[in-house]
């Protein structure tokens, strides 16, 4: 039956992997991780709004982040281990519903939904690209190797020069409309899934739902907005 445990017979000894594996264990992971995730693309943009206090206040920033050592990785792993089950458990959700509703009908009836709702999957997709193409730019150096070699004096102590590498990478029109682009689609993304995952926490029901979805989306668009502010201001004031 769909929603249930898995036929394993190493599912079945275990009720933890049951419920994981059921309807509601399935959901309440999806909206777990998309918590998580909320609150990083929150606190990296705060981070990221210090390129508009000049080249000092960002690269103190980085450094910062950069002293932690080796708690950051486990930061970044946890962060990789979360949108990886975000990602897995949405596509098993996906599949679970499409088990549920085999048949094609003759007459479509239509659902009341959103446009974010409906491009959940496409969206997600995308995102994921981008956020990959946004390690290998910004943090693996990647897409521009000579990044690395960008120092600078801060206090006394030579850093990496962050501030110096956003402005470069984002002087490219190219990357910095792709950056755009990509952000508007995270935006479309988080506009259905914050309320969503408010819903299935339990934290809403069907007469705030409305109101929540109002919130989601100016909070979505308001990240888009502030993200976007730093390549935009980049390309046309330089």
Not at 41 to 68: E, I, R, S
Not at 150 to 169: A, F, S
Not at 179 to 190: G, K, M, P, W
Not at 225 to 231: C, E, N, R
């Amino acid at each position: 039956m769909a929603g249930h445990a898995p036929s394993s017979s190493a599912a079945a000894g275990f009720p933890v992997l049951r419920w994981f594996f059921s309807s509601l264990g399935k959901k309440t992971v999806v909206a777990v991780t998309g918590l998580v995730l909320v609150g990083f693309v929150t606190g990296h943009l705060l981070g990221n709004l210090t390129f508009f206090f000049g080249p000092d206040a960002m690269n103190t920033y980085a450094m910062k982040l950069q002293a932690l050592g080796p708690l950051l990785w486990v930061v970044r792993i946890g962060l990789l281990v979360a949108v990886g089950l975000h990602i897995v458990f949405t596509m098993l959700l996906w599949k679970e519903n499409q088990a549920a509703t085999p048949q094609k009908y003759a007459v479509k009836a239509p659902m009341k939904t959103t446009i974010f709702a409906r491009t959940m999957r496409l969206t997600g997709l995308i995102v994921l690209a981008f956020v990959a193409f946004h390690l290998a730019h910004f943090t693996l150096w990647l897409v521009n190797p000579a990044f690395a070699g960008y120092q600078t004096l801060l206090n006394g102590h030579e850093v990496h020069d962050v501030y110096r590498m956003v402005v470069v990478g984002f002087q490219n029109p190219f990357v910095s409309g792709f950056y755009i682009l990509s952000l508007a689609l995270v935006a479309f993304h988080l506009s259905h899934g914050v309320a969503s995952l408010f819903q299935t926490l339990g934290l809403t029901n069907q007469t705030l739902r409305p109101k929540f979805e109002f919130l989601a989306r100016i909070f979505a668009w308001t990240l888009f907005v502030g993200y976007s502010a730093i390549p935009v201001s980049i390309l046309f004031y330089g």
